[in-house]
């Protein structure tokens, strides 16, 4: 078994979660489990680097109904920890994290 990393949440988690559909958040609760707590650090179809940070997040891993959610965070391997630094929804070509437009 691969080993396990901490989640950490940000304090403004609380904020972001409330600007989305509660139905949703069992699958972003479920997910970030699922994506962070083993490999968070490892690149796939759905978990990439950030080109440039946001919120001080370096990866993001996306999901849900037509890739909709976005979970921003950083790694630190040292510590085997996830610090989810941001929770949003893209519409198009924008993202909204706790009600505000982020421009990408």
Known sequence: MKPSFELIYAPLIKRHL???NSK?????????????QTEPDV??????PLRRPIFGAT?????GPSNRFR???????????VEILA??????????IGGEEIKL
């Open 24 to 36: 949703f958040y069992s699958l972003i609760r479920d997910t970030i489990r699922e994506q962070l």
């Open 87 to 96: 929770i949003g929804e893209k519409e198009g070509e924008r993202l909204w």
């Open 18 to 20: 409330k600007t989305l």
């Open 71 to 81: 979970v921003l965070y950083k790694v630190n391997l040292d510590e085997k920890q």
């Open 43 to 48: 690149e796939t179809r759905n978990r990439k």
């Open 59 to 63: 990866w993001e891993i996306r999901f």
